[in-house]
């Protein structure tokens, strides 16, 4: 088992954000976390990856690998993220630093994790920006991120994500800021390169359709909870919650191919 997550609870206050959620993940699967604005699913990523603001109270268990993250220092989560766990954000130009090239971003993870001087790790980041598609990638690699366009800069935060071969990669709302015929293309990628690296997936969106393509299992999450947990199939073809039975009738409505579509393991 890669990642197990046992009455997983976030606190703000009084307020409970992330209530008693449980999942684990197996070597190379990927589970996809689905739910309206608000359910959790940020919090429930950003709670394993050491992420969570300051102000945050958590509780609960989160096993990498057999090592109990939440007792981990902030130290040493910082040694196993963009390492062993890399992410992709939403909105990657804010995930980028505005004044340094991306071929340097791409590098900083080598760097500091491989300790790979700074030729090498620029020559290698060269090398990730091809591996992620972007043409010309000498030149890309030369330029700030205001100088790409969104899908690019997406790209960028996945080769940085990638850069150490993490065996988990934490994917929120990856595509969300991307229009349409581009997120198709990055989700492409992203599906791709999880494959090839053999790496563990958690998928985060709001889009039940983008999440049933990506993942094998999935997660609802609702008001901090997870309220059904199933294999992606089952829970298209006869959802048991039912706030499951809402977002496919939802996600059916707005796309009338979406079940055939969003066969899992198509493509
Ligand atoms: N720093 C914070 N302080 C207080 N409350 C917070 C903080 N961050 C998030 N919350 C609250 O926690 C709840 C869950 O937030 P979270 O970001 O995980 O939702 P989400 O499922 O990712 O939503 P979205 O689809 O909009 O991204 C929300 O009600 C949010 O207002
Ligand atoms: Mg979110």
Sequence with gaps: MLLQVR???????????????????????RLGIIGE?????TLTSLAVIGLLPDTASVQGSIVFDGVELLEKT???????????IGMV?????????PLMR???????????????????ALDRATELCARVGL?????????????LSGGQRQRIGLAIALACGPSLLIADEPTSALDVTVQEEVLKLIDGLVK??????????HDLPVVATMTERVAVMRGGKIVELA????????????????LIRAANSSDDDFLNLARPGKT
Excluded at 91 to 96: D, G, K
Excluded at 196 to 205: A, C, I, K, N, Y
Excluded at 236 to 245: A, I, K, M, N, V
């Design 135 to 147: 043409p010309d990638p000498e030149r890309m690699a030369r330029m700030f991120p205001h100088q």
């Design 37 to 41: 604005s608000g359910a959790g699913k």
């Design 74 to 84: 902030d130290a040493e989560m910082t040694l196993l993220r963009g390492n062993r």
């Design 7 to 29: 009455g997983l609870t976030v606190r703000f206050g009084d307020d409970v954000v992330v209530d008693d959620v449980s999942f684990d993940l197996d070597s190379g699967q």
């Design 196 to 205: 090839q690296e053999g790496s563990s997936l958690v998928f985060v969106s």
């Design 231 to 246: 294999d992606t199939r089952d829970l298209l073809d006869s959802p048991r919650h039912e706030y499951s039975q809402l």
């Design 102 to 120: 991306v071929g340097r971003q791409i590098a900083q993870p080598l760097r500091i994790h491989r300790g790979m001087r700074m030729k090498a």
């Design 89 to 97: 954000f939403q909105e990657p130009l804010t995930a980028l630093n």
